[in-house]
Nanobody, 125 residues
Framework: QVKLVESGGGLVQAGGSLRVSCTTS????????MGWFRQAPGKEREFVAA????????YYADSVKGRFTISRDNAKNTVYLQMSSLKPQDTSVYYC??????????????????WGQGIQVTVSS
């Protein structure tokens, strides 16, 4: 069975940094594109960042560009989201997602086949 498990969330002050991780099992990680999405209470789930299955392309929402960095470590079956200069508006549950050999449409929720359970990130003012 496929599992995606997020870790590294928590509470941080505005202006601080945090790195969340997503470790996968039950799939050939190097063959999957990975994405990060977030959802605040009462809001729709929104795209944050994505990286192609080759690792050669990455994409970011305008709201996080220049502050967040997505990366992957195929040897650890893990994708990371490094978050810097955090703002209270970044407070959300963060989800990772996977799609087999994904290269197109990585900003769209409907593209992804597998999802993690999410992890809370709270940024205080």
């Amino acid at each position: 069975q496929v599992k995606l498990v997020e870790s590294g969330g928590g509470l941080v002050q505005a202006g601080g940094s945090l790195r969340v991780s997503c470790t996968t099992s039950g799939l050939t990680f190097s063959r999957y594109a990975m994405g990060w999405f977030r959802q605040a209470p009462g809001k729709e789930r929104e795209f944050v960042a994505a990286i192609s299955w080759t690792g050669g392309s990455s994409y970011y929402a305008d709201s996080v560009k220049g502050r967040f960095t997505i990366s992957r470590d195929n040897a650890k079956n893990t994708v990371y989201l490094q978050m810097s200069s955090l703002k209270p508006q970044d407070t959300s549950v963060y989800y990772c997602a996977a799609v087999h050999e994904g290269v197109l449409g990585l900003k769209l929720l409907k593209t992804y086949d597998y999802w993690g359970q999410g992890i809370q990130v709270t940024v205080s003012s």
